[in-house]
């Protein structure tokens, strides 16, 4: 049963409807959170092996898990937010949406990679961790240069 324009009350199809929709967002915000707890475990590897080896190609390779793992992070992201917006047309009443659908493609063009890629909680901690392989990277060069 689809949801009926103008009806102001949720029925119990609809609410069942937003209990999934819910458990599917709360499942990618668990993946969001195990891919940064992943990210962390990586990068300090690297960080932990530049230091004691102090290597700048180390560091420096360091990079790419971290940029791995934010293009990752922002799929969970982008897939939530698109999730999140099914949701609210699920629960307003002068929207239709095709009952129990769990289709999310038609809001692809509202929710754009670039936004989600440089949203505020990816930046901060996806360009932190870049930043820091950054130093490592070149204190690592700093430290050659001065022993050749």
């Keep these: 049963m689809a949801t ?39 990068a300090g590897i690297f960080f932990g092996v530049a230091v004691n080896s102090l290597s700048w190609e180390i560091a420096a390779t360091a990079m790419i898990p971290i940029i791995g793992f934010w293009l990752l992070d922002s799929y969970y992201l982008r897939q939530e ?14 929207v239709s949406v095709e009952a129990f659908s769990m289709n999310v493609s038609s809001y692809r063009r509202q929710v754009s990679w670039g936004k ?6 990816v ?7 870049l930043l820091v392989a950054a130093a490592f990277t070149i204190g690592a060069l700093i430290k050659d240069a001065q022993g050749r």
């Design 116 to 121: 989600v890629i440089r949203s505020h909680t």
């Design 4 to 42: 009926s324009p103008g009806s102001g009350s949720i029925n119990s199809d609809e609410i069942k409807h937003l209990e999934f929709i819910q458990a599917v967002v709360t499942r990618l915000a668990n993946g969001s959170f195990l891919i940064k707890g992943w990210t962390m475990t990586v």
């Design 81 to 94: 937010r698109m999730f999140r917006k099914l949701y609210d047309d699920v629960r307003k009443p002068d």
């Design 123 to 129: 930046v901060n901690y996806y360009g932190t961790l």
